[in-house]
C-alpha cells in the first residue's frame, strides 16, 4: 500500500507543477487545469516520493511539481512497476502505460545537478476512471 503525498499541476507546459490542495482526475483526459491532461498515454505523471528525498539529500533542493510529476507517491519503487500495472486511490483508476521519458532540453534540475530522476524514476498512467484525489490518501495497486 501507498500514500499520495501531493497532488501537483500545471497550467501551461514547461514550467514546474505547483501542489493543490486536491486532483480532479477525469477518465481518459487526466487531471483537471493540469497543461498535460489529454487524450493520449501519458496523461498522469508520478514519482516515488522515496526518490525525490534521496536526490534532495544530494543538495537538489527541489519541491513537489519540480519534476513535472501530478503525483509523488510513498511505498511504491514505481520505476519497476510494470507497464499495464492498475492503480487505485479512492474512485481514481490509473493504468500505467509508460516508464520513464526522454528529458527535455534545458531542465533546470539537470542543469544544477548535472542529474534529473524524472527520466528513469517516472512513470505515466492513462485514467481508466475519475475521481478525487489528495494529499494523505491511500493508492494500492488493484488486486493487492
Same mark, same amino acid.
Given at each position: 500500500? &501507498?500514500? #499520495?503525498? *501531493? ?6 507546459? $514547461?514550467?514546474?507543477?505547483? =501542489? !493543490?490542495?486536491?486532483? @480532479?482526475? #477525469? ?9 498535460? *491532461? $489529454?487524450?493520449?498515454?501519458?496523461? !498522469?505523471?508520478?514519482? =516515488? ?11 537538489? &533542493? ?20 510494470? !507497464? $499495464? %500495472? ?6 481514481? !483508476?490509473?493504468?500505467? %502505460?509508460?516508464? $520513464?521519458?526522454?528529458?527535455?532540453? &534545458? ?9 534529473? @530522476? ?13 475521481? %478525487? ?5 491511500? #493508492? ?5
Amino acid at each position: 500500500m &501507498g500514500k #499520495i503525498i *501531493a497532488v501537483c499541476i500545471s497550467e501551461r507546459k $514547461g514550467v514546474q507543477k505547483k =501542489s !493543490v490542495d486536491e486532483g @480532479i482526475f #477525469i477518465e481518459d483526459f487526466g487531471i483537471q487545469g493540469d497543461a498535460h *491532461a $489529454g487524450k493520449w498515454h501519458r496523461q !498522469v505523471s508520478l514519482l =516515488s516520493h522515496e526518490k525525490v528525498v534521496a536526490f534532495n539529500e544530494l543538495g537538489a &533542493g527541489v519541491e513537489s511539481g519540480a519534476f513535472g510529476e501530478n503525483l509523488i507517491v510513498e511505498g511504491y519503487d514505481l520505476k519497476n512497476i510494470p !507497464v $499495464g %500495472t492498475v492503480f487505485k486511490c479512492n474512485d481514481v !483508476v490509473l493504468e500505467i %502505460t509508460q516508464i $520513464g521519458k526522454k528529458c527535455h532540453n &534545458g531542465c533546470e534540475i539537470f542543469k544544477k545537478m548535472g542529474d534529473c @530522476i524524472m527520466p528513469r524514476e517516472g512513470i505515466f498512467a492513462r485514467v481508466l476512471n475519475g475521481g %478525487t484525489i489528495k494529499s494523505g490518501d491511500e #493508492i494500492v495497486i488493484k488486486g493487492e
